[in-house]
């Protein structure tokens, strides 16, 4: 069985033959997608579907996996991970009526995986990924990578805002003496 490098296949086949189905090994780009701190590394997304003709159309199910290369919220260095998405999505056949309007077409004898593929993995991409879960990261005033080392850094300035509060805190620590 070969596999697919094309997200754009050809269903003549098993449409309009309901019960028939095939397997397609998929290994192709999804170029474009991507976060703020996240996207799908080139070439890395492969799956394993089954497409299979029903009365409507073709039924895709399957689990697409991608490559991931992130870049940590906190500390800003590349990693990499990888996602995975279960998806079981019909393709609407010419002339038959749609659930929704957002359903996924067959354009004349193939459909085109991509979209559906696009808004599986999409919904995966981390929107904060963290490259360990004790990540310090960076100093927020003078930038240094705080899993690295410390930094000479001192906050000794206090918010105004909390001013009354610390004066209550020395009139207590004098009632107490």
């Known amino acids: 069985m070969s ?62 996996v991608a490559t991931l290369e992130l870049e940590c919220a906190r500390c800003l260095k590349p990693f990499g991970a990888e996602v995975a998405s279960e998806v079981c999505e019909l393709f609407v056949a010419p002339g038959t009526e749609a659930p929704d309007e957002d359903a996924y077409r067959i354009d004349g004898l193939e459909i085109d995986l991509e979209p559906m593929l696009r808004d599986a993995l999409g919904l995966e991409l981390p929107l904060n990924p963290i490259c360990s879960k004790d990540c310090k990261g960076l100093c927020a005033h003078c930038g240094a990578d705080l899993n690295v080392g410390t930094c000479d850094c001192r906050d000794d300035a206090t918010d105004p805002r909390w001013a009354p509060l610390e004066e209550l805190k020395a009139k207590l620590q004098e009632e107490r003496t």
């Open 3 to 64: 596999r697919v490098q094309s997200l754009k296949i050809s269903v003549a086949q098993i449409l309009g033959r309901p019960g028939t189905q095939k397997e397609i090994p998929v290994v192709a780009p999804l170029e474009g997608l991507q976060g703020p701190l996240a996207r799908v590394a080139p070439e890395s997304v492969r799956a394993e579907l089954r497409v299979e003709a029903v009365v409507e159309g073709v039924l895709v199910t399957g689990r697409p």
